[in-house]
């Protein structure tokens, strides 16, 4: 996902367009008129610096973030931008629902129902059985 | 790692021994004279449920586990524990570090500086390069 | 709350029903389309496991979840349902309400608050003065 | 803000009032039927005692809530009730979203991103360009 | 605990003496030389106004505290401090114990482990068998 | 803080050394064998994007974050070398003592004391009376 040529920003959109998909582009529309230079620091930093590092797969990255939000349980709207994102990188619905699980031994069984909640709602917005 | 014959503290006990390995032990071991009782229910919840469920890989699992408890900063031994599980499921040093860097973007540069500084002492003591 | 001869899952639906009542079972139905084993755990492992053990009053455990889920102030549901709870295992309302102020000195004012008004509401809805 | 002659409780409502306005009022009003008292230690403590210190300028003092709150990301109301006394006390727009911007480096993007959404709901509540 | 004729401040130095005792008293004596205001209103909020209402018993009052620090996880002096505090109002070691091992349902086994190691510490110092 | 013709690595290596001074190189230099591309990312987005930009006063910056860490509770070497950051953009120790005491306000008593022993620690190894 790098291309020495392609700037920090244009690589960002890209990724983040690739990644995150309408629900990212959602959070940006609503930073114009408020903060219009965080959405450039989420292009650049958040997936032009962190998420095109080769290091690591984007399927790994996201279920990685989804368990963070999840365990978190204090970020609502990225959960659900997130278990959008994991999808469309190619989590499994089962392997969100997993990883959701998996953190009430570490966040608790509110925190992990919570999560199971919002994938329960985003599932159901994308008419997935 | 499922075997309808075995009891869910014996299948805990041996998901934990080749998940946590020594370091999972350890812990045992310390909660012996406080609340033995407790030990059963990390071997049977968390590694005899949890653990031991078909849906997502051990690596998956343990990347999770690291990208939440760097998240939340307040688990250090329980975070470095799990930087040891990774290795022992075959998660490398360069993934764990990509996961904990990634941590910055959803819990703030110091939780990610704190799982970092954890990542490199568990890496010193197994004398990782 | 022990019967040797009981199943976790039996011991842990009957003492979910004695203390959450109502609200656990909406949960329970909740979980029913999007992680079915999940509402197992918390049968077996949160009631059947921890809510049945002897060694401390069900007043005094949902005194304690009331306690931290105030302070933790990322749980509203699940706060709201262990109002609930504690009311069916004859904490008063009063009590409730010390518990929750009392929380402004460990988690901060806002948390206080935020558990308050969670009292009001179910307070409201039980049509209790 | 100091007056020997005044009781805490009168310097704290004076203080409450000039800072918070009609948004603190509404949080003393909505505890009246739940806990009264609740409301005597806002006053005495939160305004008369700490908010009348002298050492620290009700500037600096709204920067700091305002970035507590944001970075703690589970006191949203709280959050909206503080943007708006930071406002009162003549904390500039831009200063609160450039707090804000800041907390996605200590807390994260999430936290920052939900700072902005509720400066951006008090400012157009307030009809603010 | 509440007498007409004495002021918070006295009413506080009582109940603190009286509930945290000597581990109540380091504290007092830490903030000495850094911020000696702060002490006085630990003495009047925390045990003047709030320890000393009369509506929840001392016990409940402690497991709470003890809960809500053991979920929380970022407080481990002040979580030793009320664990000491929780056994010199009647708490007994069982009670306490039980009420960390309820919190790795709420807030996570770690938030538990840490809970019973720093018990654990206590017990120890203190010789209880 | 902006010259155009610097690069955000630039201005972000001045503005670290400005701001944080020894403490901040401290960080650096220990994630030299870990995570070297990590001092990069904080050179650049939290020094060479957010602290330079000209909307908010270094003094307010950094009792923005000097609350905000103080009231997370989870990042005490963060919040160390912020202290003595404050400190060199000209915030007094008055003023920090100020910023902890009020984050009992928000994130309880525990969270601001620890911030202020935190800063007696930091006064005394700067030999502040």
């Given at each position: 996902m790098n291309d020495q040529n392609e700037s920090r920003l244009e690589r960002g959109k890209r990724a983040l367009a690739a990644i995150d998909g309408a629900a990212g582009q959602n959070v940006i529309d609503a930073l114009?008129?408020?903060?219009?230079d965080f959405s450039r620091y989420i292009f650049e930093?958040?997936?032009?610096?962190i998420y095109s590092?080769?290091?690591?797969g984007l399927r790994e990255r996201e279920i990685a973030t989804v368990a963070a939000l999840t365990a978190m349980g204090n970020a609502a709207p990225q959960l659900k931008v997130h278990i959008e994102a994991a999808l469309n990188v190619g989590v499994s619905k089962d392997e969100i629902v997993e990883t959701m699980m998996q953190m009430a031994v570490y966040a608790g069984f509110p925190a992990a129902l919570n999560g199971l909640f919002a994938a329960k709602a985003v599932f159901a917005e994308r008419d997935l059985p």
């Open positions: 114009e008129d408020i903060a219009p930093f958040s997936f032009g610096d590092r080769p290091g690591l």
